[in-house]
């Protein structure tokens, strides 16, 4: 998830060089999307680990 949000920002920054401002906006959006589904999903994996090593516990 995390290289697809890396892989859209720099399409964003190389449109962006290029002048392409709607391709670079759109790929920057879709980057930050996908970097806070990221972020959502590595929280919810972090939870899971503590909630089973507490019930190995």
């Known amino acids: 998830m995390l ?3 890396l892989i859209f920002f720099v399409i964003s920054l190389i449109a962006g060089v290029f002048g392409f401002t709607g391709i670079s906006a759109a790929t920057a959006g ?3 999307i996908l970097f806070f589904i990221a972020v959502v999903i ?3 994996f972090v939870v899971l680990a503590l909630m089973a090593g ?3 516990l």
């Open 42 to 44: 590595f929280l919810i």
């Open 54 to 56: 507490q019930a190995i």
């Open 3 to 5: 290289k697809w949000a």
């Open 30 to 32: 879709i980057a930050r």
